[in-house]
């Protein structure tokens, strides 16, 4: 499930606020009894910490999974596209979607689509297009 949520508009009250479940977003981020999937968490965590004063625990970063499960050349990172598309092996329409809509978006990020409100359709289905495989290359890369 992929739940986004506009902190550019909330603030810190996006990490502060009681959610349904009982909890804010900060004490799930911080919690390390609950994993979270990842790629790249450096600058994510960097501007958590710098601008909400928000720690990360119980992150599971999969970019540097890929090296690990890599046999050979492990001097470079891989991308998250290249692992989507080369290592998921998704059906054929579901990888055409994904990718139309990847360089869809690419091609509107000189005009600050992501700053635009309220958020529309293309921008919900670009932001979780990369999300909901995370879980699965977790799974791959693990093995």
């Known amino acids: 499930m992929v739940r986004l949520i506009d ?18 977003l900060k004490s799930i981020l911080e919690d390390p009894n609950i994993p979270k999937c990842f790629w790249d968490v450096r600058n994510d965590a960097d501007a958590l910490w710098a601008l909400y004063q928000v720690g990360l625990a119980g992150m599971i970063d999969i970019q540097p999974l890929v090296n690990a499960s890599r046999v050979g050349e492990k001097t470079s990172l891989s991308g998250l596209d290249k692992a989507i598309q080369f290592d ?15 360089n869809k978006m690419k091609s509107l990020m000189p005009t600050n689509i992501l700053a635009i409100l309220p958020v529309g359709a293309k921008t919900i289905q670009y932001c979780s297009n990369d999300l909901i495989h995370l879980p699965e290359l977790h799974t791959l890369y693990r093995r």
Do not use: C, D, Q, Y
């Open 7 to 24: 902190v550019l508009s909330l603030g810190k009250s996006a990490f502060t606020t009681i959610s349904t479940n009982g909890r804010p």
């Open 88 to 102: 998921l092996k998704l059906g054929f329409m579901e990888l055409k979607r994904w990718i139309h809509s990847k």
